[in-house]
């Protein structure tokens, strides 16, 4: 005689589910960023937080990665660390979504952007013909080869702080609107700041 | 005869005492002089950035020009003064004479309008020195200011309700022309805050030399 065991109803369900999102985890979605819309992102959420992700004390690669995501329309990349999921009660995201470096690395190495440039003191002038809005800046403070910051050239405009024109960003940790891109009337040591574009694609 | 014994073994007693006490006081002053001269050799280095900075009389607008010997001066100085306070055997010195050079060219030919007039530590407030024989670790957080001026349009003519898509290459360049062309005002930048700065020296021919340094900015004050 044979006994055949039936499996119950919600471990099948289970299964399923899990068989679901694992699907989705490493589908690829071939997408074209949307600088407008990061743009666009960044200039509502510069001097606030979104209250949909969570919040850092030093935020500005979350905010630029946000806007990436949610106004860029760039897919996460669970795999390489570039995500930020709520699951139930608590938060999960990558090394790349929330760390400069691990950002820059991220968009360059995963074929994600292109390199526009890198600037040192003497030839971060207010206006810059290589940028354009939607590029996202990453900032070495101290010329060590580690990006400690990044932000997203959002306008050309005037400054409203400083009164200088040129190209602008917006940015997270010291929230700042329309700021203009090198930072020097807020850096208290600009001469060892070393700053890299690239262009997410 | 046993008073002598014990007379001997009690002077013998007391000389050990002696000398260690010596040894140990002797050690200590070294240390302590030691110290004095990593926290000299640290407030040097970042002293640096103050000479980078030119004379007041080219300070005042930072379209005064510089003369070139001015330039090649403060090269040198700031070249020189790496040398005296960094360590050739890591790329540090390097480095740095890099970055001072850069600060020295940068302001001189600013490619931004800006020019630095002063920059001051007001307090360094040393956190930990530490010293294991010839190598020393030093944290310390360093309260600074930085005053610049800058020359920037007195008008704001800028048509703000442009689309990012919009904002073309060539846009950005008929907006520099148009910035060109505007009347400007100088005005004066100066933020204030503390770095915290990590040392690392090391003992070269039997003076300090720092072979690696690093900061960042304290929660408030990044830029």
């Keep these: 005689m044979i006994v055949t ?6 471990v099948t369900l289970s299964l399923i589910l899990t068989l ?6 490493c ?12 743009v666009r992102y960044a200039d509502t959420w510069a001097l606030s ?40 009660w608590w938060w999960n995201w990558g090394q790349a979504w929330s760390v400069a470096d691990s950002l820059r690395y991220w968009l360059l190495s995963a074929n994600n952007a292109i390199y526009i440039g890198r600037w040192d003191y003497n030839s971060q002038s207010d206006f810059n013909f290589l940028l354009k809005p939607g590029d996202v800046l990453f900032y070495d403070w101290n010329s060590d080869g580690t990006y400690d910051h990044s932000a997203i050239v959002v306008v050309y405009a005037r400054d409203p702080n400083s009164g200088i024109n040129g190209v602008l960003q917006d940015q997270h940790t010291t ?9 020097k009337p807020y850096n208290l040591n600009p001469w060892s700041t070393i700053i890299i574009a690239v262009r997410p694609q | 005869m046993k008073k002598r014994k014990l007379f001997v073994l009690g002077l013998l007693a007391l ?4 000398a260690t006490i010596i040894g140990y006081n002797a050690k200590s002053i070294q240390q302590l002089n030691n110290e004095e001269e990593i926290k000299r050799v640290v407030k040097s280095a970042l002293n640096i950035y103050s000479k980078s900075v030119y004379p007041s009389e080219y300070t005042k607008s930072p379209d005064i020009k510089i003369p070139s010997q001015l330039i090649d001066r403060k090269i040198n100085e700031v070249t020189q003064e790496c040398e005296k306070y960094y360590s050739a055997k890591s790329g540090i010195l390097a480095n740095k004479i890099k970055v001072f050079q850069t600060a020295v060219l ?25 010293i294991e024989g010839d190598t020393a670790t030093v944290i310390a957080d360093v309260y600074c200011e930085n005053k610049m001026v800058a020359l920037i349009p007195i008008d704001n003519k800028i048509n703000e309700s442009v689309k990012p898509e919009e904002m073309t290459i060539e846009y950005q ?20 805050g503390v770095m915290r700065y990590y040392f690392n020296l090391a003992k070269e021919n039997g003076i300090w030399k720092i072979t690696s340094e690093n900061f960042n900015y304290l929660p408030g004050y990044e830029p």
């Design chain 1, 175 to 183: 929230d700042r609107k329309w700021a203009i891109w090198h930072l």
């Design chain 2, 106 to 130: 940068g302001d001189a030919y600013s490619p931004s309008d800006i020019r630095t007039v002063e920059w001051k530590i007001n307090n360094i407030k040393f956190l930990e020195t530490r």
């Design chain 1, 49 to 88: 937080r979104n209250p949909d992700y969570p919040n850092f004390d030093k935020d500005c690669t979350n905010f630029v990665s946000q806007a990436l995501h949610e106004g860029g329309l760039i897919p996460f990349d669970k795999q390489r660390g570039w995500y930020c999921e709520k699951v139930l």
């Design chain 1, 20 to 25: 679901f999102l694992s699907f989705f985890n």
């Design chain 1, 27 to 38: 589908v690829k979605v071939d997408a074209y960023y949307s600088s407008g819309g990061a």
């Design chain 2, 173 to 192: 360049k008929r907006l520099y022309e148009e910035t060109q062309k505007l009347p400007k005002k100088l005005v004066t930048y100066n933020p204030k």
């Design chain 2, 15 to 18: 000389i050990t005492v002696v």
């Design chain 1, 5 to 10: 065991k039936q499996v119950p109803k919600y």
